[in-house]
């Protein structure tokens, strides 16, 4: 049979799945000799029987008997003992800290007799009674449901009749009337009287603390989260310790060294006699911890020591509760403390000056999200009038200004007259895309991460805000209103931060991050900037240790130039097709419409001076370095005008239509598609269309040519797109080779490139082996081999019901984000291993967003990839994580 229960004096640091973060931490400073309450954790693992079967485990019961007989000894009393009573606290505790979702009951042992006890111990009979009411208020609201409003009601009744508005006006008679008037509750609402019996209280406790994983908050919470939903939480039964004993006790939090900068110092709280509790629902305020230092010099002192030999034995930045009970001071918490991505990074550097930790754990101590945080643009500083209103829910990062408006339609068209705006929702949903692609920013007052305005502004890029629920938003009015009796209205200027939640009234101004400006080369290491430095050194580090290299989607020199100077080792995808666009449409319209091989063919002839140019600037920029050009991809009617747009013109023109707009409507009906992105496109349109990724190759082949002939190093490398079998990929390799042959023979200068494809359909991940045999290298599409693996059109389904597979928990987050390892990633994997049996030594990279992503970076690592690419400004992320996975 398990063990279900362990003394404090047992557990361990590394036992968090069992005993929880709390649980695993009290034990831990219990062995390191710090002054922790004597108790014991009741392990998840029971929880998780209770949960399931809904009765405690067999054996729990004795169990708990043992340990508590064995922590009566330790203290010399019995739980609720009347003349002498010891009180615990139970109180929950998971893997992952869920900060106030869960319950705790506090001086469970107490009753009408044992009340008397703690009065004479404490010497002080208006603690004592204050005491008792606080658990039957806690008890009756955790553990018997009661409705913890009827409690504070009758407190406040209990001030008024007294004529004060403080509890601390309040005497041992006030709290002894109180405790009447809450059993009377109590007996009213559940049903039956408060348990007298002090092991029963705390069997209840512990069940309601287990019950209390389920709590809809901590279900909201988890989700958001992304904690799995089965974990369960331990309890933890510890002796009671009171800072609310007099002005010689005390409570406080602390860090050991500042959570937003990193800094080493005095970071923290303290308020004198008063519990834990009282600093939460900030009764009173706190002071800096600091002033402990006059306050009680002695247990100051300790308490820096203790910090010290925390960080030491932690090797990291730690939090912590501690209370002091008439000058003797308390450990009641401490765990690895929550920091700012800047603190993570200095954090990392300074433990490392240190020699607490090398630079392999120095780099684990970071993120790629974190990195990410600190590129994007931030709020300068703030500006006197610019005041903040209200804060939600920090859902995509950034920071945005602009004009509130309430519609999509007022987004759009504001947005079209070049300004600037905030697309403020009650919440979103699909029908608002347009406007969240015109906005600057994104508020919503309600919906969580999760919420539809929170995935989408993430998939986007675009800052979002959601779930101020201190807005009251009106569409119908075009206002919405925040605490304070602030009323905003459309056109009012706004500003968001969606890295903090924070929500301005007024313009704040936005400034680049330092951070990009190191990796564009405007700051260096030696600038003195600290957290520049410590980015700068973990880079450096990760670079040292990465496997892969990491290359950049890009299509033009500037952002080629841009991927190179943030660390990009070449071009993993040129998209071709981004060349056709703008005055460019016409040649492409020709070419599709050309009605014979001599017009066709100046279409063609037209195109390829233009290409040409376009692919020397980017050999230029990338001088020396692997650059992958991807033949045209998308379907024809792209480069065709709007199906309906054109039916109804020639419609309305009548006999008067123009001959042209005619021959047009026909090509546009020809080559419509009810699933273009399963139709006509990639090698498809390769193969139907003759000539034209001909074109392509000889452009490629000349800038080539000519780069090398000008003294550069061009390395091109040629991709042909969604090859789902061998033979279309021959086919198209054929001809390239032999028109590469042809430009070398007529230039007399010989430029080696590579002829390969793109993975991005399963069938071509299932024939990985035969297709190897006629490529040089792989490189996964897994954009669409996630749209054709999971069925999923990439431009629609995000929109239409990500949201709510991702309330249901379908998938934790979209697989067009982070790569599916269970499918998608099988696919990867078969394709990797019989592409190299096929072609040994094939070179394998990645294209698709995912190449961006931390954790696909991860999984591609481990399948054993030569590259990732991603765009241009995520190639720091991706070099940080390449670095971390090989660690
Ligand atoms: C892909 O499909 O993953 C890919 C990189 O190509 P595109 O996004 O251009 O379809
Ligand atoms: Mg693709």
């Known amino acids: 049979m398990p063990k279900f229960v362990y003394d404090f004096t047992e557990g361990n640091k590394d036992l968090k799945d069992l005993l929880g973060g709390k649980g695993a931490n009290l034990a831990e400073m219990t062995n390191l000799g710090l002054p922790v309450p004597p108790g014991f954790t009741i392990t998840a693992e029971a929880c998780r029987h209770y949960l399931e079967h809904g009765t405690l485990p067999d054996g729990l019961a004795e169990e708990v008997n043992a340990h508590l007989a064995a922590l009566e000894k330790a203290m010399g009393k019995r739980l609720g003992q009347p003349d002498d009573p010891l009180l615990v606290s139970v109180r929950s505790g998971a893997k992952f800290s869920m900060p106030g979702m869960m319950e705790t009951v506090l001086n469970v042992g107490l009753n009408d007799e044992s ?86 209280q705390m069997d209840l406790a512990t069940e309601a603390v287990f019950e209390s994983w389920n709590a809809p908050r901590a279900i909201l919470y988890r989700r958001q989260e992304r904690i799995p939903v089965d974990l369960g939480t331990a309890v933890n039964i510890c002796s009671m310790v009171f800072g609310n004993m007099g002005m010689d006790s005390g409570t406080g939090v602390a860090f050991t060294r ?142 945005a200004v602009g004009k509130a408006v309430f519609t999509s339609e007022r987004a759009v068209e504001l947005a079209e007259a070049g300004e600037d705006v905030i697309l403020v929702r009650r919440e979103t949903n699909p029908d608002d895309l347009s406007g969240m692609v015109a906005a600057k920013g994104v508020l919503t007052s309600r919906g969580g991460k999760t919420s539809h305005a929170a995935v989408v502004a993430r998939g986007m890029g675009k800052t979002c805000v959601c ?119 016409q040649l492409v319209e020709q070419l ?28 230029a920029a990338m001088d020396g370095l692997p650059v992958t050009i991807r033949l045209i991809d998308p379907p024809l009617h792209e480069f065709l005008p709007d199906l309906t747009e054109l039916s109804v013109r020639v419609a309305l023109a009548g006999e008067g239509a123009d001959p042209k707009d005619r021959r047009l409507l026909e090509a546009v009906t020809r080559l419509h598609e009810q699933n273009p992105m399963l139709g006509l496109r990639g090698v498809r349109l390769g193969l139907v269309i003759p000539g034209l990724f001909g074109m392509q190759v000889r452009a490629i082949a000349e800038a080539a040519a000519a780069r090398k002939a000008a003294g550069g190093d061009p390395r091109p490398e040629i991709m042909i797109p969604l090859v789902g079998a061998v033979q279309e990929l021959e086919a198209v390799r054929d001809e390239a080779r ?14 080696p490139a590579l002829v390969g494809t793109m993975i991005e359909l399963p069938r071509a991940a299932l024939t990985a082996g035969q297709i190897a045999e006629a490529a040089e290298f792989f490189s996964f599409g897994t954009n669409d081999l ?33 790569l ?49 690419s991603c765009s241009p400004f995520r190639v720091p992320v991706a070099r940080l994580e390449a670095g971390r996975a090989a660690i």
């Open 115 to 200: 009340v008397h006890g703690l009065a004479r111990q404490a010497g002080d009979e208006r603690f004592a009674w204050d005491s008792y009411r606080r658990l039957i208020q806690m008890f009756g609201k955790t553990v018997l449901d009661v409705d913890g409003d009827l409690f504070e009601d009758a407190v406040e009744d209990v001030k008024r009749a007294r004529g004060t508005d403080d509890d601390v006006d309040l005497t041992a008679d006030d709290f002894k009337e109180l405790v009447d008037r809450f059993k009377t509750i109590v007996r009213e609402q559940a049903g039956r009287d408060f348990p007298t019996d002090p092991r029963e």
């Open 258 to 399: 500042d959570p937003a900068s990193g800094h080493q110092g005095i970071y923290g709280d303290y308020l004198q006699n008063a519990q834990g509790e009282d600093v939460v629902a900030g009764i009173r305020n706190t002071v800096p911890l600091t002033e402990l230092e006059r306050i009680d010099k002695a247990s100051y002192d300790r308490l820096l020591e203790i910090m010290e030999t925390l960080e030491n034995h932690y090797r990291d930045m730690c939090d912590i509760e501690f209370t002091i009970e008439r000058g003797k001071l308390w450990m009641l918490q401490t765990r690895v403390g929550k920091r700012t991505a800047a603190a993570a990074f200095r954090i990392a550097c300074q433990l490392l000056d240190q020699g607490l930790i090398d630079a392999d754990e120095a780099a684990r101590r970071v993120t790629g999200d974190q990195l990410a945080q600190l590129m994007f643009p931030r709020f300068a500083s703030r500006v006197d009038g610019v005041k903040k209103i209200t804060k939600g829910m920090n859902a995509s990062p950034g920071a």
């Open 467 to 585: 779930g101020a629920e201190e807005l009251d938003v009106d569409v119908k009015a075009g206002t919405f209103t925040a605490p304070g009796g602030v009323t905003v209205r459309e056109g009012d200027v706004v500003s968001i931060d969606g890295t903090s939640g924070d929500v301005y009234l007024g313009e704040v101004p936005v400034e680049d991050s330092p951070v990009v400006r190191y990796f564009e080369g405007e700051l260096s290491a030696a600038d003195g900037d600290e957290l520049v430095t410590a980015v700068d050194r973990v880079m450096a580090h990760a670079d040292a240790r990465a496997a892969m290299a990491v290359r950049a989607n890009a299509d033009n020199p500037e952002d080629a130039a841009r991927a190179r100077r943030f660390g990009a080792e070449g071009i993993g995808l040129c998209r071709t097709e981004h060349m056709f666009l703008g005055d460019r449409r």
């Open 592 to 619: 599709i419409l050309a009605e014979g091989d001599a017009e066709r063919q100046a279409a063609l002839d037209a195109l390829e001076p233009l290409q040409k140019q376009d692919f020397e600037g980017i050999f």
């Open 738 to 751: 032999a028109i590469l042959d042809g430009v070398k023979e007529s230039t007399g200068v010989d430029v």
């Open 786 to 818: 996630t749209q054709t693996t999971w069925g999923f059109s990439r431009d629609d389904v995000e929109a239409a019901f990500f949201s709510r597979y991702l309330e249901l928990g379908i998938f934790g987050v979209s697989p067009f984000e982070t």
């Open 820 to 868: 599916d390892r269970e499918g998608v990633g099988r696919l990867v994997r078969i394709a990797a291993e019989e592409g190299r049996r096929a072609r040994p030594g094939i070179k394998l990279g990645i294209c698709g967003e995912h190449g961006g992503d931390p954790d696909s970076v991860h999984f591609c690592h481990e399948v054993g990839l030569d590259y990732v």
